[in-house]
Structure formats: structure tokens, C-alpha cells
């Protein structure tokens, strides 16, 4: 069983540029969600999705886009980089009743120069 | 709207010590609490949850922590430190009526030294 899988692991961009992370996951689970860790300040939640065609802005959701056209996937785009977007990405699934314990991928490391 | 504070970004403790990480919380609906643990480099891993069947709450490696609704606490705990619990550990809550949407703590670094 793979889990939760996300790609890239790691990834350096310049300023202004564009890319999106990827993020699958193979539980049948409906809710899935977006996280970026950064020293000091725990894992803040960027946007989510409680199910396919449905999602939802978190507490820093600025710069950044998702879409949920599958319950499988849930890709993070951001459209022009910033140095502020420089963060470690994490990527959880849920299942959409019970007590909400989040699965987690092994994160992406994101740089923006 | 639920929070989670988490006392001290890093506690070192000597192999063979007893481990005591501080999680205080605030919720407004009776709350799901999870601890969870961040070895480098990977993505994290559960170590335990409170889901109001036990206040006592087990989980893996040796770790345990206990549901105190006076003190709006979540205390992680265990007896003997071993090297391989070097880790940052992360206190959560759920913020309530969206599963899966959980709020964490600042992280505490534990080092174990020899």
C-alpha cells in the first residue's frame, strides 16, 4: 500500500515561475489537504478538499490554487513563485467521518531563489 | 475556534530520563487530540489520539499521553528516553465538523543525549 504519495521530493525555482505539486493517494479517502511546515511555526493549513470537485481555503491559502477533479489526486499549483513560498509541502488524507487522524506524505521541499 | 499551545520548541533529556512534552489546547466542541512525530526528513507519523473513550491514551513506542479537560491538557510522556526519540513532535487538535482539518501545535524538538 503506498499511502500517500507526492512528488516532486525536491524542487528549486526562480522567482515568477510556475509549478505544481503533485499528490495521489491510494486509501479511498475523501479528504485530502495541503500543509506547508516552516521552522518555527508548526504546519499551517494551505487549502483542502473534503471530496472530488469540492475544496476550501485554509489559513494561508495566497499564492496558491488546488483542484480536486479525482478522489486520488490533489495537486498544489503555484502560479508565480515567491521566496516566501520556499517551505516544505506537506500533503494528508482523511477519512471524511471518525476522528479525523490525517495520513501523510513524505513532503516536497520547495526553494524559490 | 480550537488552538493548540505546545510549551518549550526544544527539551533535551538524557538517555534513560523520563520524556514529558506539553500540550495545552482550547476547543470550544469536546475535541479529538493526536500527537504525532517528525522524524528528518519524513513526513509524520501518528503516535497517538484521544477520541474520549480513555483519558489514558497509549500508543506506539512506548508512548502515552493523558486527556486532563480541567487543564485543557495533552501531556506526552515516556518513562525512558532512548536514542531513536530524537524527533520533533507535534501536539493537534481537530478543529471540529471538518474531519481531517487539524490544527497543530508549534512542534517540540526532543534531543536524547548519551
Known amino acids: 500500500n503506498a499511502g500517500v504519495t507526492q512528488t516532486p521530493k525536491f524542487q528549486v525555482l526562480k522567482t515568477g515561475q510556475s509549478m505544481t505539486l503533485q499528490c495521489a493517494q491510494d486509501?479511498?479517502?475523501?479528504?485530502m489537504s495541503w500543509y506547508r511546515q516552516d521552522p518555527g511555526m508548526g504546519l499551517r493549513l494551505i487549502h483542502y478538499?473534503?471530496?472530488?470537485?469540492?475544496?476550501d481555503q485554509g489559513e494561508v491559502p495566497n499564492g496558491y490554487n488546488v483542484s480536486r477533479s479525482t478522489t486520488e489526486d490533489f495537486p498544489l499549483r503555484l502560479l508565480s513563485a515567491a521566496p516566501s513560498q520556499t517551505s516544505v509541502y506537506f500533503c494528508?488524507?482523511?477519512?471524511?467521518?471518525?476522528?479525523?487522524?490525517?495520513?501523510f506524505g513524505e513532503g516536497s521541499r520547495l526553494t524559490v531563489l | 475556534a480550537q488552538s493548540v499551545t505546545q510549551l518549550g520548541s526544544h527539551v533535551s533529556v538524557s538517555e534513560g530520563a523520563l520524556v514529558l512534552l506539553r500540550c495545552n489546547y482550547s476547543?470550544?466542541?469536546?475535541?479529538?487530540l493526536f500527537w504525532y512525530v517528525q522524524y528528518p526528513n519524513q513526513g509524520l507519523q501518528l503516535l497517538l489520539k484521544?477520541?474520549?473513550?480513555?483519558?489514558l491514551v497509549k500508543g506506539i513506542n512506548g508512548f502515552e499521553a493523558e486527556f486532563k479537560k480541567s487543564e485543557t491538557s495533552f501531556h506526552l510522556t515516556k518513562p525512558s528516553a532512548h536514542m531513536s526519540d530524537a524527533a520533533e513532535y507535534f501536539c493537534?487538535?481537530?478543529?471540529?465538523?471538518?474531519?481531517?482539518?487539524?490544527?497543530f501545535g508549534k512542534g517540540t524538538k526532543l534531543s536524547v543525549k548519551p
Open positions: 494528508a488524507s482523511s477519512y471524511p467521518t471518525g476522528t479525523g487522524e490525517l495520513f
Open positions: 486509501m479511498n479517502h475523501e479528504y
Open positions: 478538499s473534503v471530496g472530488a470537485g469540492i475544496t
Open positions: 476547543s470550544s466542541v469536546p475535541p479529538y
Open positions: 484521544y477520541t474520549s473513550a480513555a483519558t
Open positions: 493537534a487538535v481537530s478543529r471540529g465538523g471538518s474531519q481531517g482539518n487539524l490544527i
